[in-house]
């Protein structure tokens, strides 16, 4: 499969533990985009990578976020101390140099309780 | 006030209809502009690119109007497959991808 992975699909925690999902790109992108999802709403920017620069970060990601994209190729997302607030569908996306076209993964959907 | 402005519906069609979205965003610097297509508990995937002149794919008319920041989507001859939340998406500088909250459709036999 040459498409955007995502893993875990699926992620039950209590709250205050800490969280990490992996995301692993089409290979020849170097863009690479973390979007958060709740029901009814579109996908909300987090932050943007190009090759291993984080490039932007959301004012709506707190500190206990954190993402990392260490050899320009797969990327982390890390919450930490998670609240209840926390709980939505984390979507990965990638994108090629040429055309501005994201292909997400199917996402990581967080549970908090 | 929101980037992506879009009316979330739902839209509750008969088979064979035609219907029309319409979104609004805020940034008038706004690059480039797209339509997504998102079923229930997938992750979004791309419909169709959105030009100042207008395109065209199958039963899918895409327009923007940049006066007035705006863009449409016209779908004809609706199918049940058509169901789905149909996203808007502007893309400003530095490559930043806007969403809006999406366009509930379904189509009903």
């Known amino acids: 499969d040459t498409g955007v992975s995502q893993d875990p699909r699926h992620k039950i925690t209590k709250r205050g533990q800490n969280v990490t999902f992996r995301c692993d790109p089409i290979?020849?992108?170097?863009?690479l985009y973390w979007y958060r999802q709740t029901l009814g709403q579109g996908p909300e920017f987090l932050t943007y990578?190009?090759?291993?620069?984080?490039?932007?970060k959301s004012r709506l990601l707190s500190d206990r976020f954190s993402a990392e994209r260490p050899k320009g190729s797969f990327s982390t997302l890390e919450i930490q101390r998670t609240e209840q607030g926390d709980s939505a569908m984390y979507l990965c996306?990638?994108?090629?140099?040429?055309?501005?076209?994201?292909?997400f993964g199917s996402g990581t959907q967080l549970s908090v309780l | 006030r929101k980037e992506v402005e879009q009316d979330p519906g739902p839209f509750n069609v008969p088979e064979g209809a035609t219907v029309a979205f319409n979104c609004t965003y805020s940034?008038?610097?706004?690059?480039?502009f797209f339509w997504y297509r998102q079923d229930c508990r997938k992750e979004p995937k791309l419909l169709m690119s959105?030009?100042?002149s207008g395109n065209e794919d199958g039963r899918f008319t895409a327009q923007l109007n940049r006066a007035s920041q705006y863009i449409s989507l016209l779908i004809r001859d609706s199918k049940l497959s058509d169901s789905a939340t149909y996203l808007c998406?502007?893309?400003?500088?530095?490559?930043?991808?806007?969403f809006g909250s999406g366009t509930k459709l379904n189509v009903k036999p």
């Open positions: 996306a990638s994108e090629g140099d040429i055309a501005e076209k994201l292909f």
């Open positions: 290979s020849e992108h170097n863009r």
């Open positions: 990578f190009q090759n291993e620069a984080q490039l932007e």
């Open positions: 940034n008038s610097a706004s690059q480039s």
């Open positions: 959105v030009y100042s």
């Open positions: 998406v502007v893309v400003t500088n530095f490559n930043k991808f806007y």
